[in-house]
Nanobody
């Protein structure tokens, strides 16, 4: 299973970005999907997760009301729409697939990971 994240870049505070994560080599519709982020010297932190059916979402408090996760099973892709970006959102963002239907916030429960895409928000 391969995950390819894209869509990162440099944006001013208050701006928006949409990240994409294309999944290949597996059964995308059977995976819960998550987004995590990491900054240098810190542990990878949970951002959001979406169930395989698309009916259940979980968001970290610091992104509620600003970020939206959604998926297109026909395209084997999960997206992260990020609005009202803040400088503290600067990080490398990773998508991940949970093949065991655990639906948690813990990185260790995710089975497959993308390579990460850099998001930089300037003040």
């Amino acid at each position: 299973v391969q995950l390819q994240a894209s869509g990162g870049g440099l944006v001013q505070a208050g701006g928006s970005l949409r990240l994409s994560c294309a999944v290949s080599g597996g059964t995308f519709s059977s995976y819960n999907m998550g987004w995590f982020r990491q900054t240098p010297g810190k542990e990878r932190e949970f951002v959001t997760a979406l169930s395989r059916s698309g009916g259940r979402r979980d968001y970290a408090d610091f992104v509620k009301g600003r970020f939206t996760i959604f998926r297109d099973n026909a395209k084997n892709t999960v997206y992260l729409q990020m609005n009202s970006l803040k400088p503290e959102d600067t990080a490398v963002y990773y998508c991940a697939a949970d093949a065991d239907n655990t639906f948690t916030r813990y990185p260790r429960t995710y089975d497959h990971w993308g390579q990460g895409t850099q998001v930089t928000v300037s003040s």
